[in-house]
């Protein structure tokens, strides 16, 4: 591949640009970001625009996977300066770094409205070097609407609690799409932290089925739909219509590790069986395709594209069906919707799952003979040439995963989840530490930047998740530990809440403290989470102290934006409506914990501090506050036989021997 443009990093570049008074070009994207290939190959592989935009700017390349400190301040820039943001995002910039103008993917060639690239950086250039004052104008403008985000005042009136959670319920009822499920139109993105708020307000009224209806359409519609890989599993990024048939067909892992979580809690809701399915699935891909051999962290993503043409690893024929399957291949062309004219490009057909096989399942063909037949057709598409992996592996998108493979481990009770999750762990606490104890962000083939918020937080939410069902202190010691880096370095003590970049992180002139989720949870709901949860589990109130000042700084940022995600609207409701602490002494043999062990793995238990204690760890967590102060005498030996305690504002349940009496206790008390 042949790159003509002069490309600089980040640091180099901003010290070229004020050395030749020129502006900047910056291309923020990541590895499996389709259009960025695009327009790479349309633009940057061009040796007349590369010329062009050699000789008016200074060219910087930014992967948002590596600096997403900087994509997500140049995403809102741009956002503020055009009204639309997205990836490839083309920037231009002072040359101090200052955003005055940007879009996203501009064509080679002048096409539906837009002009070519050559034309817009032929403009830009122009207007920056004419109206220098309008340019200062434009790039104050921008940093003042950043830099009011960034320093909202907290206030210390929680009364309003109530209020944003009930309101926030309302506006995301009115946002869902009541015939094929997620929020608005197209595209449609899965938006797992709106559907787990969701799923939590359907607990929190009584089990209204109003809150519980726009969750089970969305993940029915998905599960059936082409943004599933109904051969290999995992989910694609989003569809790029309503129905959630055509996906962009980039896999990434921070979207399969929520959705597992997603489909799990679902299952314990409802009991169907189908989300567990599609939970094992989703961790059975990511097992198969997205795991250092050797080290067991997980990979960041899979390309859209193959050979160059997007979704092709993926699409279907009918002719191709009947190669394969013969006699059954016409009837598994009508149970997946694989037509001759197809619904993709070129006449191919995305696979989904059509009215035809759920009328067939039970009469003409059972479940297992259909997986048998997409089996098939999976091995012979393994043939193909794959999708591009991007073996980058990122620090919270691991964490995402590890916290979903040890929830998954308990839920569906299966330990290889556990040991797949603790060796990813014990890979990022290994290798991506300095000796300080500070993370690194992400690896390949050796250690790349210092971490940021996000990787703190989920990390932290994961050890945290691994503490309470593998009742390992070293996971809690670990969370404390890293905690204690996250406040020091990252933590506004001025206005609260926490930075996105650690406080050596100084080469932006506005620090972002990231609230609204987009793709990923945000740092400072995770933040909430955890900080609740560590005072649950160690009694120290510093932690309790800066929740608190959290929940001032989140609630002043309603105040100022009239809006929060699903990710800080659960956090505020933990908060809101008190921890409930779960500490269950697993029994010595599966018989005697059968009981209480089975309900609380299929049942939906939201915002509860878990703690699963075995013979094996007890003597580790004897003096935590969570057991010591409130259930537990040194000398009483009756622990393990499926013993469970639910202790809620400071008072304690009597012990609690089967799964009768603990949904008993939570009906009447809570």
């Excluded at 009837?331 to 004219?341: I, L, S």
């Excluded at 916290?403 to 009770?413: D, K």
């Excluded at 990390?459 to 890293?482: H, M, N, P, V, W």
Aim: aromatic share 12%; proline share 3%; net charge negative.
């Amino acid at each position: 591949m042949h790159n003509p443009v002069e490309w600089y990093p980040w640091k180099k570049g901003l010290v070229k640009a004020k050395q030749e008074k020129k502006p900047l070009l910056l291309s923020i994207g990541y590895a499996a970001c389709h259009w960025c290939h695009v327009m790479e190959k349309e633009s940057f592989e061009d040796s007349e625009t590369a010329a062009l935009m050699n000789e008016l700017f200074i060219n910087i390349k930014i992967d948002r996977e590596e600096r997403p400190d900087l994509d997500s301040f140049y995403q809102k820039a741009v956002s503020l300066l055009s009204g639309r943001a997205g990836w490839p995002l083309t920037v231009f910039a002072t040359p101090t770094g200052e955003a005055f103008a940007g879009g996203t993917y501009f064509p080679k060639n002048a096409t539906y409205g837009l002009p070519s690239f050559k034309q817009v950086i032929q403009y830009v250039s122009s207007e920056y070097h004419k109206n220098p004052r309008q340019i200062q104008e434009v790039t104050q403008h921008v940093l003042s609407n950043l830099n009011t985000q960034s320093s909202v005042q907290g206030t210390n009136d929680t009364s309003m609690l109530s209020d944003i959670l009930d309101s926030s319920m309302i506006r995301l009822i009115d946002e869902v799409d009541e015939i094929f499920g997620g929020f608005g139109f197209q595209p449609k993105f899965p938006q797992v932290s709106d559907l787990r708020f969701l799923l939590l307000s359907y607990y929190r009224r009584q089990k209204n089925r109003e809150f519980l209806k726009p969750v089970t359409l969305t993940l029915n519609n998905m599960a059936a739909g082409g943004i599933y890989d109904h051969l290999g599993y995992g989910f694609h990024r989003y569809s790029v219509d309503r129905k959630w048939l055509i996906p962009h067909f980039e896999k990434m892992l921070y979207d399969n590790a929520q959705l597992i979580l997603l489909y799990l809690e679902a299952y314990q809701a409802t009991q169907n069986q189908g989300y567990a399915e599609i939970a094992r699935e989703i961790i059975e891909y990511l097992t198969r395709e997205m795991v250092h051999p050797l080290y067991g962290g997980f990979y960041s993503s899979q390309d859209a594209d193959s050979e160059g043409v997007e979704g092709s690893f993926f699409v279907w024929t009918p002719h191709e069906i009947n190669n394969i399957l013969g006699d059954m291949g016409d009837k598994f062309a009508e149970y997946y919707g694989v037509t001759r004219d197809g619904n993709f490009e070129g006449g191919y057909s995305v696979l989904h799952e059509t009215s035809e096989l759920t009328s067939a399942i039970g009469k003409e063909i059972t479940w297992n003979e259909v997986k048998q037949l997409k089996h098939r057709l999976f091995l012979h598409r393994e043939k193909r040439k794959k999708p591009m992996l991007n073996d980058n592996m990122i620090v919270a998108w691991n964490a995402l995963t590890i916290h979903a493979l040890t929830r998954a481990s308990f839920i569906l009770n299966e330990p290889m989840y556990l040991v797949l999750a603790e060796k990813a762990t014990n890979f990022i606490l290994n290798r991506l530490r300095e000796d300080s104890g500070k993370l690194y962000r992400n690896f390949r083939d050796k250690v790349k930047s210092l971490a940021f918020a996000e990787d703190y937080a989920l990390l932290i939410y994961a050890l945290l998740e691994l503490f309470s069902r593998s009742g390992k202190k070293i996971y809690l010691d670990e969370a404390i530990q890293l905690q204690a880096i996250y406040d020091k370095e990252f933590w506004d003590s001025e206005n609260k809440g926490y930075f996105f970049s650690g406080s050596w992180q100084k080469d932006l002139s506005v620090q972002e403290k990231p609230v609204i989720s987009f793709s990923l949870p945000s740092a400072n709901a995770v933040s909430l989470e955890n900080l609740l949860r560590l005072y649950h589990y160690s009694g120290n109130d510093t932690y309790l102290d800066r929740a608190e000042k959290q929940v001032y700084f989140l609630i002043g940022w309603f105040q100022e934006h009239g809006y929060l995600s699903g990710d800080t609207l659960i956090a505020l409701d933990m908060f809101h409506n008190k921890v409930t602490e779960i500490i269950s002494f697993t029994a010595s043999t599966e018989e005697e914990s059968d009981s209480t062990e089975k309900y609380l793995r299929t049942t939906y238990l939201p915002q509860a501090v878990f703690l699963q204690v075995k013979a094996n760890t007890i003597n580790d967590l004897k003096n935590l506050p969570l057991l010591k102060q409130r259930l537990i005498s040194q000398d009483n030996q009756d622990w393990f036989n499926g013993t469970t305690y639910i202790c809620r504002n400071f008072t304690c349940s009597l012990p609690l021997k089967t799964g009768t009496e603990i949904d008993q206790y939570l009906n009447d008390q809570l």
